[in-house]
């Protein structure tokens, strides 16, 4: 936690919670193909959206735990059509910082 924490607030703020975040999606995969296989690991139901629902059940599992408040924050980070849900495309324009 403390090394995300650049501004010494001992909490995170939306931008820093967003670098955690990049920084997951980064240890994973840098490909296209990567992030597919990815996208389906937190997409529990295979509707092909990702829901803030998913989000945090799948960040569970690592160090960081999630409010609902910062996963609907990531959610809406990504999500470009604001249905509320990820699509794969918006997931890898999000992730590879296309537009
Ligand atoms: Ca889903
Ligand atoms: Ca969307």
């Known amino acids: 936690m403390e090394k995300y ?3 010494d607030t001992k909490s995170l703020d939306r ?3 967003t670098r955690v975040f990049m920084d997951c999606l980064n240890s994973f995969s840098t490909t296209e193909d990567l ?3 990815q996208f389906k690991k937190i997409d529990i139901n295979n509707d092909g959206f990702i829901t ?3 989000l945090k059940n799948i960040l569970l599992y690592g160090e960081e735990r999630l409010t609902e408040e910062e996963a609907d924050s990531i959610i809406k980070e990504f999500d470009k059509n604001e249905d509320g849900k990820v699509s794969i495309k918006e997931f890898l324009e999000g992730a590879l910082g296309k537009i």
């Open 35 to 37: 992030l597919h296989d």
């Open 5 to 7: 924490d650049t501004n």
């Open 52 to 54: 803030s629902e998913e």
């Open 15 to 17: 931008e820093e919670f």
